[in-house]
């Protein structure tokens, strides 16, 4: 299969965590893989050698989504690499954990800058420059419908992702282009894990009626849903991958 015929895939943040799993799952599936990294280049380098060992295509792409320069320059670069983009894969995102009354406002407006405009500097590109018969996949987070103490600023942000993932589901009526989002509860990733102690772990991995925290692959498996043929009738939706949990 030439780069003509192949299928291409953006997934930002992609160097550890979810987005590695979903780029390791979407190169399985086929797609030459954009892999998105902010500051994690070696890690991000080490994903493309082993996707291409497996034989797969991939490119490391530095970007801050916050940017809108650097998120032109990343589908520019996809399509210099790989001839178009097909599936964009809104995985970057921070949390900063606090309370209202106690977040700072570098807390609130990194998180704004990165969750909520980084998401739609991509949605925006995406919009005009996805392929026929292309896939957007947002990222959101079950604390939208769990709302917890601490993570106001947090589920705000995603609230507002949800948001835009119906709307431009819409707006891109007769490009036969997809608009979905995933919401994931608890996921064992390094970034969830370090610094909670084994008590709230438990704790967390008890509270889905599957009484276990999410991988990242059954995360990846959603995405790989969505993004290919089975899941070409879903539009416009947010599927909560979270094992029951709400």
Partial sequence: MNNADKKVAIVTGSSRGI?????????QDGFAVIVNYSGSAAAAAALVQQLIGQGGQALAVQADVSDPAAVRAMFDAAEHAFGGVDVLVNNAGIMVNASIAETDDAGFDRQIAINLK????????AAKRLRNGGRIINFSSSVVGMLQPT????????????????????????????VN??????TATD?????????????????AP????????????????????????????????NGGII
């Fill in 118 to 125: 980084g998401s739609f500097n991509t949605l925006r590109e």
């Fill in 210 to 241: 599957l009484e276990r925290l999410a991988q990242p692959q059954d995360i990846a498996g959603a995405a790989s849903f969505l993004a290919g043929a089975d899941g070409g009738w879903i539009n416009g939706q947010v599927l909560r991958a």
């Fill in 181 to 186: 989002a995933i919401a994931p509860g608890p």
């Fill in 151 to 178: 993570y106001g600023v947090y589920a705000a942000t995603k609230a507002g992702v949800e948001a835009m993932t119906s709307v431009l589901a819409k707006e891109l009526r007769g490009k036969n282009i997809t």
């Fill in 191 to 207: 970034l969830f894990l370090n610094g909670k102690p084994q008590e709230l772990v438990e704790r967390l991995a008890k509270m």
């Fill in 19 to 27: 987005g590695a799993a979903v780029a390791q799952r979407l190169a």
